[in-house]
């Protein structure tokens, strides 16, 4: 079969089954609209590129299915780069919890094909534009004709780069290592390490709900002093709250990674043709670099201005998807980002936990991780 022989129709063509796509896929099929998804992986639960930490705003607003979701946890710890005299905070409610996230996609996978929408694994989309799009999958070219396209295909968006819309260009580097651990006495706890050497420009961490611990790192890519695979070695090895803890390894040990954006929602996102959502668009918040809560909004947003569009034939209709607007709420949060990108030394990481000690301090921080 030639290049492009085979040919499919459908309303939206969605590229990426991320959180973002599978969710824009869902609502835009709900609406009755024919939805093709794309997804390059084979395997929905493999290479898994999040640590999957949900927080409370987001476990109260979206039916996340509770079985795939690990225990709550209330308890933050932060360490300067000495690691003495850590910072414990405590809320009085459940603020985070990690999704065991191959389950989710898997199960986000099969809401989406009830809805529907046609899902379509080992697709790689290689490009197009004005409607016509090519994939390559398991059996060959197949060329797509679809009204809009949606770029839900993470940081590095090729169909951003195709419609011409902009791109993410702070990206930071992360990466973890994922195991199981033993019910024990420890209390589920997330511990951050601010350690400019260790993770330069955002943090260290160990996530351990009980059942699993997530241990990483992530920062500026060309900052990392030996490289992020040498740093990750390195806090693995003396990682904090996790004394005593039967550590494996080998296959056991599950490693994720990947970048993200933190330059804050981008301004041009939408244009006649189609749209991004998810990190394709920046929407990461700049200060936490957490993606899924606003991923998960802002594919409402974009499956409404769709089906806007595809209901009253509008071509201006996407003028509505507008990241510049959007982007105004995240300033706060991108001028807090521009402080920890100074954090260059431990020297000053050391200075700023004087500050995080007193009682202004920790309402401060409180306030970013319960907020
Ligand atoms: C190490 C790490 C830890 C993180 N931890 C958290 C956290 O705990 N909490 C949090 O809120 N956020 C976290 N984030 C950020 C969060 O994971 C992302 O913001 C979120 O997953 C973005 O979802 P998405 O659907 O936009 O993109 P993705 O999940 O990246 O999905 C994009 C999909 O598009 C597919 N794709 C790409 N190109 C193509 C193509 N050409 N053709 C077909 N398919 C394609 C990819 O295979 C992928 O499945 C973390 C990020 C990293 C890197």
Same mark, same amino acid.
């Given at each position: 079969?030639?290049?492009?022989?085979?040919?499919?129709?459908?309303?939206?063509?969605?590229?990426?089954?991320?959180?973002?796509?599978?969710?824009?896929?869902?609502?835009?099929?709900?609406?009755?609209?024919?939805?093709?998804?794309?997804?390059? &992986?084979?395997?929905?639960?493999?290479?898994?590129?999040?640590?999957?930490?949900?927080? &409370?705003?987001?476990?109260?607003?979206?039916?996340?299915?509770?079985?795939?979701?690990?225990?709550?946890?209330?308890?933050?710890?932060?360490?300067?780069?000495?690691?003495?005299?850590?910072?414990?905070?405590?809320?009085?409610?459940?603020?985070?919890?990690?999704?065991?996230?191959?389950?989710?996609?898997?199960?986000?996978?099969?809401?989406?094909?009830?809805?529907?929408?046609?899902?379509?694994?080992?697709?790689?989309?290689?490009?197009?534009?004005?409607?016509?799009?090519?994939?390559?999958?398991?059996?060959?070219?197949?060329?797509?004709?679809?009204?809009?396209?949606?770029?839900?295909?993470?940081?590095?968006?090729?169909?951003?780069?195709?419609?011409?819309?902009?791109?993410?260009?702070?990206?930071?580097?992360?990466?973890?290592?994922?195991?199981?651990?033993?019910?024990?006495?420890?209390?589920?706890?997330?511990?951050?390490?601010?350690?400019?050497?260790?993770?330069?420009?955002?943090?260290?961490?160990?996530?351990?709900?009980?059942?699993?611990?997530?241990?990483?790192?992530?920062?500026?890519?060309?900052?990392?002093?030996?490289?992020?695979?040498?740093?990750?070695?390195?806090?693995?090895?003396?990682?904090?709250?996790?004394?005593?803890?039967?550590?494996?390894?080998?296959?056991?040990?599950?490693?994720?990674?990947?970048?993200?954006?933190?330059?804050?929602?981008?301004?041009?996102?939408?244009?006649?043709?189609?749209?991004?959502?998810?990190?394709? !668009?920046?929407?990461?918040?700049?200060?936490?670099?957490?993606?899924?809560?606003?991923?998960?909004?802002?594919?409402?947003?974009?499956?409404?201005?769709?089906?806007?569009?595809?209901?009253?034939?509008?071509?201006?209709?996407?003028?509505?998807?507008?990241?510049?607007?959007?982007?105004?709420?995240?300033?706060?949060?991108?001028?807090?980002?521009?402080?920890?990108?100074?954090?260059?030394?431990? !020297?000053?990481?050391?200075?700023?936990?004087?500050?995080?000690?007193?009682?202004?301090?920790?309402?401060?921080?409180?306030?970013?991780?319960?907020?």
């Amino acid at each position: 079969m030639g290049p492009g022989r085979r040919r499919v129709r459908a309303d939206v063509l969605v590229v990426g089954a991320g959180l973002a796509g599978l969710h824009t896929a869902t609502l835009l099929a709900r609406a009755g609209h024919d939805v093709l998804l794309a997804e390059r &992986r084979a395997r929905l639960g493999g290479a898994v590129r999040t640590t999957g930490i949900f927080v &409370r705003r987001t476990l109260d607003d979206f039916a996340l299915p509770p079985e795939h979701l690990g225990p709550p946890i209330r308890r933050v710890v932060l360490y300067p780069p000495s690691r003495r005299r850590p910072v414990t905070l405590v809320s009085e409610r459940d603020e985070y919890r990690v999704g065991d996230m191959a389950a989710l996609y898997l199960a986000g996978a099969r809401t989406a094909a009830a809805a529907g929408v046609r899902v379509l694994l080992g697709t790689r989309y290689e490009g197009g534009g004005r409607s016509s799009f090519l994939l390559s999958g398991p059996d060959g070219p197949v060329r797509v004709r679809a009204r809009f396209v949606v770029g839900a295909d993470g940081a590095r968006s090729r169909v951003a780069r195709d419609l011409v819309l902009d791109r993410n260009e702070h990206l930071l580097t992360g990466a973890e290592e994922v195991f199981a651990v033993p019910a024990g006495e420890r209390p589920p706890t997330f511990h951050c390490v601010v350690d400019p050497v260790l993770a330069p420009g955002y943090l260290a961490w160990v996530v351990d709900d009980g059942r699993h611990a997530h241990v990483g790192v992530a920062g500026y890519p060309d900052r990392f002093p030996g490289g992020m695979r040498r740093a990750l070695a390195r806090f693995s090895a003396t990682a904090p709250g996790l004394d005593g803890v039967r550590r494996p390894a080998g296959a056991e040990v599950e490693r994720r990674g990947g970048p993200i954006p933190v330059g804050g929602m981008l301004r041009r996102i939408g244009c006649s043709d189609g749209l991004l959502v998810g990190d394709a !668009a920046g929407a990461v918040s700049p200060l936490t670099a957490g993606g899924l809560d606003p991923c998960l909004r802002l594919s409402e947003h974009a499956a409404a201005v769709l089906d806007d569009a595809l209901r009253t034939g509008r071509t201006d209709a996407l003028a509505h998807y507008d990241g510049a607007a959007l982007r105004a709420r995240f300033r706060g949060r991108l001028a807090l980002r521009h402080g920890l990108a100074r954090v260059r030394t431990p !020297a000053v990481a050391t200075a700023g936990f004087a500050l995080l000690r007193t009682p202004p301090g920790r309402a401060a921080a409180r306030r970013i991780l319960f907020g």
